[in-house]
């Protein structure tokens, strides 16, 4: 492994002027399509996660999704239809958000990332139409798997008992959300700035397989169908690290697992 490093280390030294331009390139795309979208929205997701009209929404929706999806805590049935609505990274953060008030439990909330991670909704309509993708098959796909990994995965705990809301003062907890959110899209970035340094560097360029490193990048690169809905449900190691870097205790080789047989949907939408 040190020696993998060291020759990493080697190819970055060596290599400055690409070096350079992944860096400003990696920093551009977090300023103007990351940080616009997503540092808003991670505020306003500790907001609604505060809402009362939250859980009585979960309510009305839990009976159908627990015959779905096997759910076995109300707030997960809100927390799907959120997932699907923004993706991941945010959908991470509203599980994890849920989970530490004990609304749902650990293997639940594991789960949920799992399977339910996915590109946001706008951004897999537009990538769809970009590749001929048909939007309502893919969906049933994605739909399909996660009901499939549920029922196999999501084996009933005991329940934990909720936390008992109290009262907040909103500008206390936007200050607090405010700091917060700062250091998960740093990380973000961060992130992003390694894994497309390191592909240029090694590869000298962009290969075949970059969507599955840098999901953003990739599909932006690759006119290949069959590879952009592939790399559509893998969603990229980078992805993964993004969300691993909100869901710390989540076991890597599991959700990587779960990306893997997600990857299938570019084959399945194809059918």
Same mark, same amino acid.
């Given at each position: 492994?040190?020696?993998? #490093?060291?020759?990493?280390?080697y190819?970055?030294?060596m290599?400055?002027?690409?070096?350079?331009?992944? +860096?400003?390139a990696?920093c551009? !795309?977090?300023?103007?399509?990351?940080?616009?979208?997503?540092?808003?929205?991670? +505020?306003?997701?500790?907001?609604?996660?505060? !809402?009362?009209?939250?859980n %009585?929404?979960? =309510? &009305?929706l839990?009976?159908?999704m627990?015959?779905?999806?096997? &759910?076995?805590? @109300? =707030?997960?049935?809100?927390?799907i239809?959120?997932?699907l609505?923004?993706g991941?990274?945010?959908?991470?953060k509203?599980? /994890? $958000?849920?989970? @530490? =008030?004990?609304? &749902?439990? /650990? %293997? @639940?909330?594991?789960?949920?990332?799992?399977a339910f991670?996915?590109?946001?909704?706008?951004?897999?309509?537009?990538?769809?139409?970009k590749?001929?993708?048909? &939007?309502?098959?893919?969906?049933?796909?994605?739909l399909f #798997?996660?009901?499939?990994?549920?029922h196999i995965?999501?084996?009933?705990?005991?329940?934990?008992?909720? /936390?008992?809301?109290?009262?907040?003062?909103?500008? /206390?907890?936007?200050?607090?959300s405010?700091?917060?959110?700062i250091?998960i899209v740093?990380q973000?970035?961060g992130?992003?700035v390694?894994? %497309? +340094?390191?592909?240029? +560097?090694?590869?000298?360029?962009?290969?075949?397989?970059?969507?599955?490193?840098?999901?953003?990048?990739?599909? $932006?690169?690759?006119?290949?169908?069959?590879?952009?809905?592939m790399?559509?449900?893998?969603?990229?190691?980078? @992805?993964?690290?993004?969300?691993?870097s909100? $869901?710390?205790d989540?076991?890597?080789? =599991?959700?990587?697992?779960? %990306?893997?047989?997600?990857?299938?949907?570019?084959?399945?939408?194809?059918?």
């Amino acid at each position: 492994m040190t020696l993998i #490093l060291l020759f990493i280390l080697y190819l970055l030294i060596m290599n400055p002027d690409v070096v350079a331009k992944e +860096v400003l390139a990696s920093c551009e !795309m977090w300023f103007s399509v990351l940080l616009p979208i997503m540092y808003p929205s991670f +505020v306003i997701i500790d907001f609604i996660e505060h !809402m009362p009209l939250i859980n %009585r929404i979960s =309510k &009305i929706l839990y009976k159908p999704m627990h015959y779905i999806f096997h &759910i076995h805590n @109300e =707030k997960s049935a809100f927390l799907i239809l959120f997932s699907l609505l923004c993706g991941s990274p945010a959908s991470t953060k509203i599980f /994890k $958000a849920s989970y @530490e =008030k004990y609304e &749902i439990n /650990k %293997r @639940e909330y594991h789960n949920l990332i799992c399977a339910f991670s996915t590109l946001s909704l706008p951004y897999t309509l537009l990538l769809c139409q970009k590749f001929l993708i048909i &939007i309502p098959l893919y969906y049933a796909c994605l739909l399909f #798997l996660a009901a499939i990994w549920m029922h196999i995965f999501n084996k009933k705990d005991a329940k934990e008992s909720s /936390k008992e809301m109290e009262p907040i003062s909103y500008l /206390k907890f936007l200050f607090s959300s405010i700091q917060k959110n700062i250091q998960i899209v740093l990380q973000i970035l961060g992130i992003l700035v390694i894994f %497309r +340094v390191l592909i240029h +560097v090694i590869f000298q360029g962009e290969p075949v397989f970059y969507p599955f490193l840098e999901i953003l990048g990739g599909l $932006a690169s690759t006119e290949n169908s069959l590879i952009a809905g592939m790399a559509m449900g893998f969603l990229g190691i980078s @992805e993964h690290m993004q969300i691993l870097s909100i $869901a710390e205790d989540l076991p890597y080789p =599991k959700l990587l697992f779960a %990306r893997i047989c997600y990857s299938s949907l570019g084959c399945l939408s194809f059918l």
